[in-house]
């Protein structure tokens, strides 16, 4: 299979590149300086150099609360872009399978949210990502459309690396734990995706790992699993508060791969002892 990445040095960008191309897929990898997903004729440019299967768009604007001073910023890159590349990919007849998130939906659920229940996003950043999703849907005819949650890699940033660093820094450290969530290592995200992909069904889809936790809970095995004694203090969303609104409760129901008869992506501790034992060997400080 032919893929074309974009966003390819990103945490799930770069994870997707090593797990692709180890298992004998050609890969053709791409950054904003190589691909801006809102230029049409850097798309078209690297369509016709790639000669792609499937485009995968891991490309997107992440800063969740400098969204909501940079609306435009983040629609531009959230928005605009998907609906270039899903124009692109509809004329070549290409599979575009497009990355999203759990900040489409308002958090207010109090059991996991499945692929059919009704998005309604509270920050720029989460409505941002639902328009991309509609202009993916509304003009890619085969499209996948991926949501996922609570990301880290090992390429970071992310909360494990910022978790371990604030520690070995003796900062003292004040975690909400009024926020869950699912927090999924990409290294079992990105052979998910494969298996998606390789099944060419169109639709929307919930990729994590399984199981939930709160910020708090999920700070308190990161050191226990480092086998770092340190205080996390648990506060309130209240005590922390942030521009942009995070979801209360973003647990993701993965219903529809449940229902194609595939496993479940493993519990969310057994990501991070996985990635935990891989940032180790890779000489990550602090881990």
């Given amino acids: 299979m032919k893929l074309l990445l974009t966003g390819a040095d990103g945490q799930l960008g770069r994870e997707l590149f090593d797990t692709a191309t180890a298992s004998g897929h050609a890969v ?3 950054t904003r300086a190589g691909c801006d997903i809102t230029d049409a004729a850097a798309v078209a440019s690297n369509l016709e150099e790639a000669t792609p299967d499937v485009l995968v768009n891991c490309a997107a604007w992440t800063r969740v609360d400098a969204a909501e001073s940079d609306r435009d910023g983040a629609f531009r ?3 605009l872009g998907p609906r270039v590349l899903a ?3 509809a004329a070549r007849d290409v599979l575009l399978v497009h990355l999203s998130t759990d900040y489409v939906f308002d958090g207010t659920a109090t059991d996991p949210v499945d692929e059919w229940q009704q998005p309604c996003p509270r920050s720029a950043y989460g409505a941002s990502k639902l328009a991309g999703e509609a202009e993916v849907r509304g003009l890619a005819r085969r499209h ?3 949501r996922t949650s609570w990301l880290y890699g ?3 940033p992310n909360f494990v690396l910022t978790m371990l660093r604030a ?3 003796g900062t003292p450290l004040r975690v909400v734990s009024d926020q869950v969530g699912t927090p999924t ?3 079992h995200l990105a052979p998910a995706l494969l298996r998606l992909i390789a099944r060419d069904l169109p639709g929307t889809f919930h990729l994590t ?3 939930q936790v709160s910020w708090h809970g999920f700070a308190q095995e990161i050191f226990a699993a480092s086998g770092i004694a340190t205080d996390v203090a648990a506060i309130t969303t209240a005590d922390w508060p942030t521009p942009a609104p995070r979801p209360a409760y973003s647990v993701l129901d993965n219903r529809v791969w449940r229902l194609l008869g595939e496993s479940p992506l493993p519990d969310w501790r057994d990501g991070l002892h996985a990635y935990l034992a891989a940032i180790r060997e890779q000489g990550v400080p602090g881990a």
């Fill in 28 to 30: 053709h990898a791409t």
């Fill in 77 to 79: 890159a959230n928005a």
């Fill in 87 to 89: 124009s692109a990919c």
């Fill in 144 to 146: 996948q459309v991926v």
């Fill in 154 to 156: 090992s390429h970071g």
């Fill in 167 to 169: 520690a070995a820094s």
């Fill in 185 to 187: 290592w990409t290294g």
């Fill in 209 to 211: 790992n399984s199981g």
